[in-house]
């Protein structure tokens, strides 16, 4: 027998030793691979929540610039509630504002009543939003959740000279002159806080 027909197989360790090495880099490409996606999908779903806070918190601002008040008027208000809960922050906010057409058909007065507040649903908190049109019972709607995964939701006012998280337009008789709204979620098990801050174009009449 020739020399290299000695050398043309492989030993049976050979053979053992490339599959175990197979193995490995195929169980380290498996982790990898599924490690990027697990990552993927974080990314992904954060943004999700970036851009759902976003418009909320863009909506909300839209909403206090556009505040109605009249002293004469007690169906035009301006409420904030501190509902502190255990050290978690979850203001109500009930607002009567400016609303534009919804293009639907429905009769509508322009003005409408919002409510904002936090709402407990399967153990997730839930900062949900109710619209009232202030002269018409046909186009109220009911609460809806506005923003899920939520941690805290504080609503303060500026009075002029300090902040304060209760206001009411029938004692205050006025509109707060800065609004400041901070919502906080939670991110890879972490709390963050946003911030936005408004001003009523209408300071009561």
Known sequence: MSAFSRNSGFTLLEV??????????????YGSYFTVIRARDRASSGMESRRELGATLDLIRREISSAEF???????????????NFGVQSSTL?????????????????????????????????????????????????????????SSFLVECYDGSKWVKTW??????????????????EEEGKPVPFAMLSVPRVSGL
């Open 16 to 29: 053992l030793i490339a599959v175990v090495l197979l193995g490995i880099l195929t169980a380290a490409l």
């Open 70 to 84: 009249n002293r004469n008027d007690k169906r035009l208000r301006f409420v904030v509630e501190d509902r502190d």
């Open 94 to 150: 009930e607002l009567t504002t400016l609303a534009p057409p919804d293009g639907q058909g429905r009769s509508e007065s322009g003005i409408v009543t919002v409510r904002y507040q936090i709402d407990e649903k399967d153990k997730k908190s839930i900062l949900s939003r109710q619209e009232k049109d202030l002269f018409s019972e046909e186009t109220t709607i009911p609460a809806y959740p506005q923003m899920e995964h939520i």
């Open 168 to 185: 009411d337009t029938a004692i205050n008789n006025k509109l707060p002159a800065s609004v400041r709204v901070t919502v906080q979620i």
